[in-house]
C-alpha cells in the first residue's frame, strides 16, 4: 500500500469515528521507516532463528504476550497456538504461581498466554480461538477504559497511544464477566495505563489499589493478578518499589514485559514475558522462544 493510501485509511478510520479493526489499519499509522526497518528485523530473525529449537531445554513456562488479535489476525493466532502446543502444555496464571510459590521443580514445558490493554478483539477473534484449543488466558485491562463508549469518551481513547491518535474500542464489563466465566483470567493493568515509575509511591499504590477494587466490584470475585503497563524494569517501573507495593495491596503476581523464561524459584512478582504478534511467522516464535 502506497504512502497515500494509508494516510487515507487513517483518516477515514478517524473520520468516521470506526475504530482501528485490522491491523493493516493499525500498522498504517506507523511511519514508512519504521515499516521497513521491521522488514529488514523479520529477514535478520529469519536467519537467527535456524538451528534454534525451543524444546531443547525443559523446566520452564514461557509466557507469549499479546495485544489484539484483529480480525485479519486470526488465522495467524490460531497456528501459533498448534505450533506452541508442538512443544509444551498451555497453563493458567493461577498454575504457574501455584507452582513457583510451592518450589517444586518444574517438570516440563509450559506456556502461559497473556494479553494487555483489554481491547474489543480479546473477546471478539482471541476467546473463540483459545475455547476451541483448550487453552486459558489472562487478560490484564486498564479499568479507566473499560466501557469507554467510542463517541462519548472519543478523545480520551484517542489518547491511548503515544505515537498516534488511534481509536480502539475496549471491552465493557459484562463481556469481562463473559471472558471471566469462560475460564479467562481478568488482571490488573492500572487505572490508567500509567507508567508507575513515573508516580510517587502513594500514587502507585493508588493505581494499584483502586484497579484491584474495581475489578473485584464489577466482576464478583477478586483479582489476584497485576500487569505493570510497559513493563520494562527500571525505566517503566521501579524494581526495588513497585513489586513490593504490588505484594501489599494483595496480588500473588506482576508481571513485566522483560523477556526470558520462568524456572523454579523465580519470584511470581516479577515474572518475564515475550511480546508477540499475531501474524508472526513460526520462526519468530522460534527464536524469541528460545532464548
Not at 487515507?8 to 469515528?17: I, K, P, S, W, Y
Not at 508442538?86 to 494479553?115: P, Q, W
Not at 500514587?203 to 477494587?213: F, G, I, N, P, V
Amino acid at each position: 500500500m502506497s504512502d497515500t493510501k494509508m494516510e487515507t485509511a487513517a483518516a477515514r478510520t478517524l473520520n468516521d469515528n470506526q475504530p482501528v479493526r485490522t491491523y493493516a489499519d493499525f500498522n498504517s499509522y506507523s511511519q514508512r521507516g519504521g515499516r521497513l526497518r521491521g522488514i529488514a528485523r523479520d529477514a535478520v530473525i529469519q536467519a537467527l532463528s535456524i538451528g534454534r529449537n525451543i524444546a531443547r531445554t525443559s523446566g520452564w513456562v514461557r509466557f507469549p504476550y499479546y495485544h489484539h488479535v484483529f480480525d485479519d489476525e486470526r488465522h495467524g493466532f490460531a497456528r501459533q497456538l498448534d505450533y506452541l502446543r508442538k512443544f509444551g502444555e498451555f497453563i493458567s496464571l493461577d498454575d504457574v504461581v501455584g507452582l513457583l510459590e510451592s518450589g517444586d521443580v518444574i517438570d516440563g514445558r509450559y506456556f502461559c498466554i497473556t494479553f494487555d490493554d483489554g481491547f474489543k478483539s480479546c473477546l471478539t477473534n482471541a476467546l473463540p480461538i483459545l475455547l476451541d484449543q483448550g487453552a486459558s488466558a489472562a487478560f490484564f485491562v486498564p479499568t479507566g477504559y473499560i466501557g469507554c463508549d467510542l463517541e462519548m469518551d472519543r478523545e480520551k481513547l484517542l489518547g491511548f497511544f503515544d505515537h498516534a491518535p488511534v481509536l480502539m474500542e475496549f471491552l465493557n464489563w459484562e463481556e469481562c464477566r463473559e471472558m471471566s466465566a469462560a475460564g479467562m483470567t481478568i488482571g490488573s493493568h492500572t487505572v490508567n495505563h500509567a507508567r508507575l515509575a513515573e508516580f510517587s509511591e502513594a500514587d502507585a499504590c493508588r493505581e494499584l489499589e483502586t484497579s484491584k477494587a474495581i475489578i473485584a466490584e464489577n466482576l464478583g470475585q477478586a483479582c489476584h493478578h497485576f500487569c505493570t503497563p510497559f513493563g520494562i524494569p527500571g525505566r517503566d517501573y521501579n524494581v526495588e518499589r513497585d513489586p513490593g507495593l504490588a505484594m501489599a495491596a494483595g496480588y500473588k503476581s506482576m508481571l513485566t514485559t522483560e523477556r526470558g523464561a520462568t524456572r523454579r524459584g523465580d519470584s511470581p512478582h516479577r515474572i518475564r514475558r515475550d511480546h508477540t504478534l499475531a501474524n508472526w511467522g513460526n520462526h519468530q516464535l522460534r527464536y524469541f522462544l528460545s532464548l
